[in-house]
């Protein structure tokens, strides 16, 4: 089954904007780069760490800056042992992440490819910067991680239980800057291909799945399988 991780962000009532496309603004041009980064922050961490991917869209809805976007990636994995299932939660909390994380990476061509953290933490745990989904995600999964790595803990703990998924939640968030950090270049390449291709407002624009798998930087991250830490032990 393939899961499309979407981001809407500022979405107005479309029935207010007139239905004839209008050519592409520098303004208009820096919101399609925030989910366009989004977009592929979340396929590039899933290629890197084994997922298969599909499509990706993004789609400015209106003049004010609404914006949408979504990646394919199928969720089908081979699962036969707790550490497998562990490790698979992990690793799609990572890509969960990254399209947050990517985000706050600064715009392509910067001499530096650091994520602001303060703002990735932002856009991913509050309500209205268009992750709210991503992150909701994400606090189901590692209170399953939490679960199977944790077993020796009572509910009653309730405690140290916050104490454990606070933990998780901060190490897989730090890993997710530390890949996309690692591959700023390919997020901010693809994405700026992403953005070159949306020329008007109301009208979606698709990589496909073919188009993306036919690049040089995206050949390189198949197959190539990232290990990731494994969590704390809480004392």
């Known amino acids: 089954m393939a899961h499309i991780i979407t981001r809407d962000c ?22 399609a780069r925030l989910v366009a980064q989004h977009e592929m922050g979340h396929y590039v961490l899933a290629r890197r760490l ?23 990636i199928e969720l089908a994995k081979a699962i036969t042992t707790p550490d497998d299932v562990a490790e698979y939660l992990r690793r799609r909390v990572i890509v969960l992440y990254g399209g947050g994380v990517a985000e706050a990476l600064p715009r392509y061509g910067s001499p530096s490819n650091t994520v602001d953290v303060d703002s990735a933490a932002d856009i991913i745990r509050n309500p209205g910067q268009g992750a709210h989904q ?5 606090k189901e999964l590692i209170h399953l991680l939490r679960n199977l790595v944790h077993p020796e803990t009572l509910p009653v703990e309730t405690d140290r239980i916050r104490g454990e998924l606070a933990a998780l939640d901060t190490q897989l968030f730090e890993r997710t800057v530390e890949l996309v950090e690692a591959d700023a270049d390919v997020i901010l390449g693809l994405a700026r291909r992403l953005v070159d291709g949306v020329k008007e407002v109301k009208v979606p624009f698709v990589l496909s799945a ?23 032990t809480q004392p």
């Open 10 to 31: 500022g979405q107005s009532d479309a029935e207010t904007w007139e239905a004839t496309p209008k050519p592409l603004d520098d303004y208009l041009r820096e919101f």
């Open 50 to 72: 084994g997922f298969t991917t599909g499509d990706v869209t993004i789609e400015l809805l209106d003049w004010r800056g609404g914006r949408r976007g979504g990646a394919t």
């Open 210 to 232: 073919e188009e993306l798998g036919g690049l040089p930087a995206v050949q390189e991250l198949a197959g190539i399988s990232v290990p990731v830490v494994q969590p704390a």
């Open 134 to 138: 991503d992150h909701a995600k994400a």
